[in-house]
């Protein structure tokens, strides 16, 4: 039987080892840290548990007609015990499908000198994460962040990607004074300026600078807490079908690609299109190149901010319902929708609504497919959605 090393367990890695197992491989996963990798145990799934949180304090404080900080609710060292159980939680049901598929999971490092006992290796170790800021290394990363006892009530973070927005927004939520530092914009994908100027009037609750000289000082202030919010680097570089390159029978997906991964739905798919080409490269089969066409992508705030596609000048502007996780929100602000069109067709939508999966739906019409045809909305949510798509 054909035996196979998958090394990481992360979203891709795991995806990636249970479809081998479906195949029939002999597979064993190496993990030297946790089950889940980055994305449950330091990433966007621990981020979930803290933007929860938020959102709870956003709607007693829209309640209370004041500003309700988390430690009136629960102390932060508590609430990072809570996330803590439920990753556990998470972790065995992980731990458990993955067994169940027949996969071996080896809690260890994986060695180089290990490669002689597989016919395969596949890496899916995700990106190596810098640890200071240019030669400044009294910051926390997000692998430190879970660590937190204490809630700081100063906080620089540095980056103005998806993370570092994310971050800024919660911690700012909790009642923490925030500054973020970027050397340019801020979420640099939304392009749209009636969608940047509604993020930055309604959904940014922190400071944001742009100064070096500023940012320099606060940098050396021992009364703000770093956090590093800036994009890691791949680690492999591999052809079209996920072959690492100058190395037989070795494959790579996920984060630690130097041309790939970027988000968890992602790298699951890199690891199912990895099993699969193992399997025809056995079978003297083609091989099947990874689509990255048409991916949702999401910021969570206040409200979840989610785009696909294209953001073009023509467009139609929906305002967002009433309904469940908007209805407090509506003496505030529920959200700016635009859907974005091209000769006649959608070609893309940013949405700010608390039914963010219809944004797959905006990415099958985008292909082509009418599948709004037969749509029947989840209401009070997508009922604008509905109603457009109708007429």
């Known amino acids: 039987m054909t035996k196979i090393a998958v090394v990481g367990s992360g979203p891709a890695g795991r995806t990636c080892s249970m479809s081998l197992a479906d195949y029939g491989f002999d597979v064993d996963l190496f993990e030297k840290d946790k089950i889940g990798g980055t994305c449950l145990n330091y990433g966007c799934t621990y981020i979930t548990g803290l933007r929860e949180m938020a959102d709870i304090l956003n709607d007693l404080s829209i309640l209370k007609?004041?500003?309700?900080?988390?430690?009136?609710?629960?102390?932060?060292?508590?609430?990072?015990?809570?996330?803590?159980?439920?990753?556990?939680?998470?972790?065995?049901?992980?731990?458990?499908?993955t067994k169940e598929k027949g996969v071996n999971i080896k809690y260890k490092e994986f060695k180089e000198k290990y490669e002689d006992n597989y016919d395969y290796i596949v890496y899916a170790v995700g990106k190596k994460y810098p640890k200071s800021y240019n030669g400044y290394e009294n910051v926390l990363t997000h692998r430190d962040i879970p660590n937190l006892k204490e809630l700081p009530e100063n906080i620089l973070i540095i980056g103005g990607g998806t993370v570092g927005v994310e971050y800024a927004s919660i911690f700012s939520?909790?009642?923490?004074?925030?500054?973020?530092?970027?050397?340019?914009?801020?979420?640099?994908?939304?392009?749209?300026?009636?969608?940047?100027?509604?993020?930055?009037?309604?959904?940014?609750n922190f400071k944001i600078i742009n100064d070096k000289d500023k940012f320099e000082k606060l940098l050396k202030d021992d009364n703000y807490?770093?956090?590093?919010?800036?994009?890691?680097?791949?680690?492999f570089e591999t052809d079209e079908y996920l072959r690492i390159k100058n190395k037989n029978k070795t494959y790579a997906c996920g984060d630690c690609l130097i041309n790939g991964g970027g988000n968890t739905p992602i790298s699951r798919m890199e690891g199912r299109i990895v099993a699969q080409n193992i399997y025809n490269e056995i079978n003297n089969r083609e091989l099947k190149k990874p689509n990255y066409d048409l991916v949702p992508k999401t910021?969570?705030?206040?409200?979840?901010?989610?785009?696909v596609g294209k953001q073009t000048n023509k467009y139609k502007i929906?305002?967002?319902?009433?309904?469940?996780?908007?209805?407090?929100?509506?003496?505030?602000?529920?959200?700016?929708?635009?859907?974005?069109?091209?000769?006649?067709?959608?070609?893309?939508?940013?949405?700010?609504?608390?039914?963010?999966?219809?944004?797959?739906?905006?990415?099958?019409l985008i292909r082509?497919?009418?599948?709004?045809n037969n749509f029947i909305e989840v209401h009070p949510s997508t009922d604008i959605f509905y109603k457009e798509f109708r007429t």
Do not use: W
Request: one cysteine or more; a positive charge; proline letters at 2%.
């Open 65 to 97: 007609n004041k500003k309700i900080r988390l430690e009136e609710i629960i102390s932060f060292k508590e609430l990072q015990e809570k996330i803590s159980k439920i990753q556990d939680k998470i972790r065995n049901k992980l731990e458990k499908e």
């Open 368 to 372: 082509g497919i009418d599948v709004y």
């Open 318 to 364: 929906l305002k967002s319902h009433i309904g469940k996780g908007n209805f407090y929100k509506v003496l505030k602000s529920v959200g700016l929708n635009k859907i974005y069109y091209e000769n006649g067709k959608v070609v893309g939508a940013i949405i700010m609504t608390p039914c963010p999966e219809i944004l797959p739906y905006f990415a099958q």
């Open 173 to 204: 939520d909790f009642g923490s004074n925030v500054i973020l530092y970027t050397r340019s914009k801020i979420l640099k994908e939304i392009k749209d300026e009636d969608i940047r100027n509604y993020i930055m009037k309604n959904l940014v």
């Open 225 to 235: 807490t770093k956090i590093l919010a800036i994009g890691g680097k791949g680690l």
């Open 299 to 307: 910021v969570r705030m206040s409200l979840t901010i989610a785009y």
